[in-house]
T-cell receptor
C-alpha cells in the first residue's frame, strides 16, 4: 500500500516570498492533517480536513497560511508571505474515516528554509 | 503550562540498559494516548498506544495513570536501533482524533 506522498521534499525561499506544498494521502483516507514541526519541537497541528471540509483550523495563522482540499483527496498548503519563523518541516498525515482509534500515517514532510 | 510535557533529554545509555521516559498532560478530558517514534530527519511513526491497564509490546511497556495525568514508556534491553526521538502524544478529541504532541525525548543507545 502506498503511503502519504508529499512534494517538494525541500524548499528554500527568501522572506516575503510565497510557497506551496502538496500532499496526497493514503487512498481511501477521508481525514487529512497538516502539521508544522519546528526544530527541537513536536509536530503542531495546523489544519484538519474531513473529506473536503475543514474540521479544525484554530491554530492556522490565517493571515499568511491557507490550505485547501477541493476534491477531498489531495491537499495544498500555502504560505504567503513567508517569514523567517516559518522555517520548519511541514508534515501531512492521513487517517481512515470513522475509526476513532485509527492510526495517523505521516508523509516524509517538506523541509522549508526561509532566508 | 504546555498541554503535553516531556523531558527533552538527551538520554545517552549503553546498549542493554533499561531506560524510562515520562510525560505529563494538562487536560483531564484527554481521550487516548500514544507513543510515537521519530528517527532523525524522518516522519513520526506510531510505536504503541497506551491503555489504563498498561500494555507491553516486546521490550516496550507503556503505562497510563489518569489520576496523575502521567504516561510512561519503558524500554528494556535497549538496542542500538532504539536510538530515536520518542514523542508522547495525547488525543484531545473523542471522534476526530486531534493529536497534541510533546516536544520529544531524544535517546541515544551507545555500543
Amino acid at each position: 500500500e502506498a503511503g502519504v506522498a508529499q512534494s517538494p521534499r525541500y524548499k528554500i525561499i527568501e522572506k516575503r516570498q510565497s510557497v506551496a506544498f502538496w500532499c496526497n494521502p493514503i487512498s481511501g483516507h477521508a481525514t487529512l492533517y497538516w502539521y508544522q514541526q519546528i526544530l527541537g519541537q513536536g509536530p503542531k497541528l495546523l489544519i484538519q480536513f474531513q473529506n473536503n471540509g475543514v474540521v479544525d483550523d484554530s491554530q492556522l495563522p490565517k493571515d499568511r497560511f491557507s490550505a485547501e482540499r477541493l476534491k477531498g483527496v489531495d491537499s495544498t498548503l500555502k504560505i504567503q508571505p513567508a517569514k523567517l519563523e516559518d522555517s520548519a518541516v511541514y508534515l501531512c498525515a492521513s487517517r481512515a474515516e470513522g475509526l476513532a482509534g485509527a492510526t495517523q500515517y505521516f508523509g516524509p514532510g517538506t523541509r522549508l528554509l526561509v532566508l | 503550562r504546555k498541554e503535553v510535557e516531556q523531558d527533552p533529554g538527551p538520554f545517552n545509555v549503553p546498549e542493554g540498559a533499561t531506560v524510562a521516559f515520562n510525560c505529563t498532560y494538562s487536560n483531564s478530558a484527554s481521550q487516548s494516548f500514544f507513543w510515537y517514534r521519530q528517527d532523525c530527519r524522518k516522519e513520526p511513526k506510531l510505536l504503541m498506544s497506551v491503555y489504563s491497564s498498561g500494555n507491553e509490546d516486546g521490550r516496550f511497556t507503556a503505562q497510563l495513570n489518569r489520576a496523575s495525568q502521567y504516561i510512561s514508556l519503558l524500554i528494556r534491553d535497549s538496542k542500538l536501533s532504539d536510538s530515536a526521538t520518542y514523542l508522547c502524544v495525547v488525543n484531545m478529541s473523542p471522534g476526530a482524533q486531534k493529536l497534541v504532541f510533546g516536544q520529544g525525548t531524544r535517546l541515544t543507545i551507545n555500543p
